[in-house]
């Protein structure tokens, strides 16, 4: 007898075929003064000794058995027992015992009390039994029904989405590259002699090219854009560069029914993102209160069922019948509406998902140890994704705009007006020009007489660098809002799970905003291109057609995504300054 | 955070945690059979049950309706603070109904369910069914009758600017025929001697052409509008969130409705403001004189102010007949249910 309490530990042997590894097998009994049932506890402990090794198995078991016996008893085991007679927590010994036996013995004894093979066994059988109560009791197959229906309704709709947005972008770039070949042809026809130049549109003249000539920045969906719908309703999946001023298509903003911008959409997203709790809690708000309410948890607690496995094997189950309906109408999904190299960034989205249905899981797992009423859980389990779903998320975004304001797109536009204003002086902005590009000066060419395309390039220039700074300042200020948002989404979980989907989908501010600058370097290419011809009024050949600049957007991979995500788990301006080394 | 989603979202789930076990928790512990035996009818029991959590609720919601009508009345100018108030009066009805049938509808939950667990999760769903309807409806919106992208609606005014409506008026084709027209008229040869400024006519025909152009192009994105606003208030046959929502934004004046009435007036402003300035052009200047004649700031002044005069109570009520109707239905429902209820309520609990 250990000092300081009762300790019996009852050694049996196991054998394990398979394996060939021998077991020892802990029972701690209650002391005599202690009450409840549950007060006793098993454990096994590995002894890492192969019988097929040995020659006479049953001596080297009994000498392995006394071993580990001195060993626990020698090195002052604390009593399994606290002073009022409670079983301290079996595991906490178990594992001291282990480590005892391990520090004296060339032999390796293991007590671990997560993969040890009796409760691994017992959770496997609690998780088979779960499998089936929930199949009786119809729970499971309608809640993987309506989760499965849910998911593929979703993702259909979300599919939905962006083959009109694709199907739109198609009709209307394949609209322009026509006019774009008719021109070309023209300027053709022109150089052959065929045809005689017009007055208006000359298009072999680069000056009104520039300004008649806008062309279109497209935005494609990305491969796995069904997930989520994310901001496609707010940003501008297209911007239409021409000659004019920046401020021209900066301003551009998708059109939305504001309802519809309220309420939100139904996506695949939203189903995980806002749904999938709610089906947590309601197959687990009763995970041990219900138990305990019918009576049957003192009887599963007394044959020796660990707290720990009862509750494992239960959230088991429910994650299987929730998860996989889930990841099945995911999988046909993604291999139906799916674009190219999308397999990988649906095993990320499969592991986000995992991970953040674990998270729920884990609420409604310490929601059920407090040990109240089912129906207070289920209570308090509304209140936590109420406050996490919902509130948390707002409150974010309210103290986003609070703290990072992001000036009124209207100063922009009155910046822009008073620019144009300003600009009304053509002759200096172009003797500015040709001060600093001589090599471009048409010779004999007198700036004080009126030429409009002329006028109007140099006009447009000078508007662009008056604005600059504002439309700069505008994109920092967006930026450093976002920056803030992604940071506080670190306090709800939803919002966690709404960005990663969103990044993941290619609908977030991210890509968006790459898409932005991009769009912006196009367009001074765009500008620089035409100026170089126009302002030097060289006239342009029909093989400059196909040096125009044209638009591509540079997708970021998979695994740069992946980093830039997990950067915001680490330093904020590693992150910072990762997203801006991308985007340029 | 605003306090509509206050009223909509969490004073319902307030009410269901109040009341799920209204009836199913007494006949759980017994009292149930204990209250009606001393000799309380069942529709006292109920009354009773209602004035007990709208006591709770009032708690919260009276000094929070003062709050708003304090505000109402320091933010408002006098001329409109009548016109603000009754709206502030109906939206408070509007919530009261609400309110009443979330309360109706919870205690029939809890008299029907056989344990007040049950209660609870048949009322946390219909609590969500409200949250995830609109959205399925917002959605099947968009497929019934769905919309441009901002980029295809452009593209299909510039068509119809360069082509005519229909592809049948092209541009070229209608500066012609004004200018045909303008010579007939005014039996000249040239526009060089037409009486009037052939710049500020050929402006104002464009311009009206673009009227039409948006017009139609407009009339049809908000007819589309519209009719996704109404399935959304449809969905309050089911949730009747999606109905307050539409009958609270309509009294507060931040719906669609509101917003076109809004929009439809700066645009009339907007049109006698051009015409304005290309009468100016038309007939204070010729096609040869480079607009000479044409007046500037004594002419600004000349134009009033734009002022808006924001839509009647009645404007609201009537836009949103649909909403109202379903709210009241719902409530009528709920008395029902709860009256039914009563009537076939048991008093022992079941082995659930």
Redo the contacts between chains.
Sequence with gaps: VARGGIFRARLGVKKDERRGKGFLEFQMQKPARSKGANDCGFGIADCGFDFRQTTNPKSEIQNRKAHLLRACFRNKCRSPHDSRGRVRQQTTTLLRAGALVNKNRPYCVRASAFFNRFIFKMFLKIFKHELRRLWRDYTAGIAALLIFAAALAAAY?GA??FR??AA??A??LA?ENESFEKMKRDAQAIEAGEKKAPPFGNPLKASSLKLFYPR?A?LPPSGFAFASVGQTDVY???Y?VSGRHREAFVG?????????LL????DLA?VVV??LP?FIF?VS??LLAGERESGTLRLLLAQGVKVRSLLFGKLAARAVVLLAPLFLAAVLATAFFGGADVWLKFALFAAAVVLYAAFWFGIAALVNLYGSA??TN??AL?AIW?ALV??VP??VH?TATAARPVPSRLELIAASRDAQVRARRPVELLENYYAKHPERRPAGKDLRVYDFPFYYAAIQREIDRQIAPEVERYDRALEAQQDFVQTAGVLSPALLAQEIFNDLAGTGFNRYQAFYRQTLEFYNAHVEFYEAKSFSDTPLQSADYDRMPRFAFREETTGELAARRLAIFAAHDFNRRRRFSNLA | LTAATVLQILIPLVIILLAFAAFAGERESGTLRQVLSVGASRPQLAVGKILGVSLALGLILVPAAILGAAALSLSSETASFAANLSRFALLVAVYLVYFAIFLTVSLFVSAVAPSSRFALIVLLAFWSVNLILPRVAADAGKAFYPTPSALEFRAAVARDMREGIDGHNPYDARGEELKQKLLRQYNVKTIEELPVNFEGVALQESEEYGNLVYERRYGDLWTAYENQNRLHTLAGIFAPLAAVRAVSMSLAGSDWQHHRHFAESAEQYRRMLVKRMNDEVTYNSHSRDYEKNVRGRELYEQIPDFRYQPPAPAFAVGSQILAFGLLGAWLAAGFFALGWALKKMSVEAKDF
């Design positions: 709709n939905h989405a009109a947005q739109a972008q009709n209307i609209e279109t497209a501008p999946s297209f239409k551009t903003q998708e059109m939305e029914n504001p309802l519809n309420i939100g959409r139904f939203f806002y749904l709610l309601a708000y009763n089912s129906a289920a209570a509304a109420i919902l509130i707002t409150l309210l």
